[in-house]
Structures are given as C-alpha cells and as structure tokens.
C-alpha cells in the first residue's frame, strides 16, 4: 500500500515554544490530507481537512489560530502548534487519500512540559 | 453528528479461539467502513474496508461485515494468535472524501 511518514516522531518540548509536524506522503500524490490527535486511551478525533493549495477547514472546538495547517505541495502537510501548553500534548496522526482510499502516517507525540 | 461505538472495549483471550468485535454508527448514510489495527505508540494499519454497497470483505483470519441499515459492523478474527493482540479501531466516512469518524477501539490480548 501507499506509505505516508511523519516527522518528528517524537518531541518534547517547553510550554510556550511553537511545533511543526510534517506530513508526507512518499510515493502517491494527496490532494487532501486530514490531521487527527488521540488523547491516552481515546480514538482518534479530527482535527482538521486540508486540500492542497486552499485553506484547512477545521472541526468544531479547534482553534484554527492555534493549529496551523499548510498544504504546500500535493505531497506534503505540515501542522504547527503555535504556543504549545501542557494540554497539548497528544499524538498527532496524520492521513493523506489517495487511490480512493485513506493512508496513515506513523503518528507523533507530542509532549508539552 | 456521526457517534461510532465498539464493544468491548477491551478482551482477552486464549490462543486459538475465534472472536468478533463490534462496531455501531448512528448514521447508517455511509460512505464506506474501515477496520484498523494500532499497536503501542503507533499509527494505523487497515484491515479492511468495506464500501457501503458491499455486505462484507474477507483477508486472511478476518472477516469484516456491514449492516448499514441497522448501523452495525463487526470484525471476525478466526484461531487468534498472539500476534493478533493489538487495539481494533472501527472507523465510518459519510462521502468520498474520505474524512473519518473513529470508534473508541478494542484493546485486545490474545494469550499464549
């Protein structure tokens, strides 16, 4: 199947400071890409639709200043959390569609002190 | 809005024995279904996926099968292995673009 990485896997990082996950995917184009987060021991909740070129649209209850998604290139999706607070940590898993079908990135997590 | 639920939330078993998880959706105007498998700390890996005009699609040990008019769907697991023991997520998509809603898992453990 197709493959979509992330990156980083993992960070930790200080209250306050600004974080930038990446999506890609290596070896199909995504013209739509999704970003879903998943709190200890719950499912995964979307976060937010990106389509390439346009503006992310966003689920109810996340703060699209806070979240920034930016959908470059048909191969690339980047999620930023902007002055990231403890609450925040979570693990952040990204997904691209292609051939009809929807593929997962490896997820990461992310831990705010 | 579309509610998915999964029972048990979680079970264990012996080597060996075959088990059926469950998946409910409250909207049965479905686009399609899908049966993942996440391990520890991981991402996703699908299992099968079912379009809404299908009743059910076979790989392997699984069998996943729909009733989109009663908003079921479960996931059979036949001679489990302990392999097998990993979180089964149940997650439906409403159109094309494939946006899903996910069910809260089933955190499974097959025992040797």
């Known amino acids: 199947g197709a493959v979509v990485s992330q990156h980083p896997s993992r960070v930790i990082c200080k209250s306050g400071t600004s974080v930038k996950i990446e999506c890609r995917s290596l070896?199909?184009?995504?013209?739509?890409m999704f970003w879903y987060r998943q709190f200890p021991k719950q499912s995964l909740m979307l976060m937010a639709t990106?389509?390439?070129?346009?503006?992310?649209?966003?689920e109810q209850g996340v703060e699209k200043d806070k979240f920034l998604i930016n959908h470059a290139s048909l191969t690339l999706s980047t999620l930023t959390v902007t002055s990231a607070h403890p609450e925040d940590s979570s693990f952040y898993i990204c997904?691209?569609?292609?051939?009809?079908?929807?593929?997962f990135g490896p997820g990461t997590r992310l831990t705010v002190l | 809005k579309q509610e998915v639920t999964q029972i048990p939330a979680a079970l264990s078993v012996p080597e060996g024995e075959n088990l059926v998880l469950n998946c409910s959706f409250t909207?049965?105007?479905?686009?399609?279904l899908q049966w993942f498998r996440q391990d520890p700390g991981k991402g996703l890996t699908s299992l099968l996926l079912?379009?809404?005009?299908?009743r059910e699609q076979t790989s392997g040990r699984l069998n996943a099968s729909l009733d989109k008019s009663s908003g079921r769907s479960t996931l059979y697991i036949a001679a489990s292995q302990p392999g097998d023991s990993a979180t089964y997520l149940c997650?439906?998509?409403?159109?094309?673009?494939?946006?899903?809603?996910f069910g809260s898992g089933t955190k499974l453990n097959v025992k040797p």
């Open positions: 997904s691209g569609q292609g051939y009809n079908e929807q593929f």
């Open positions: 070896d199909f184009q995504a013209t739509t």
């Open positions: 990106s389509n390439e070129g346009s503006k992310a649209t966003y």
């Open positions: 909207d049965s105007a479905i686009y399609n």
């Open positions: 079912i379009q809404s005009s299908q």
């Open positions: 997650a439906v998509s409403q159109d094309n673009f494939n946006k899903f809603y």
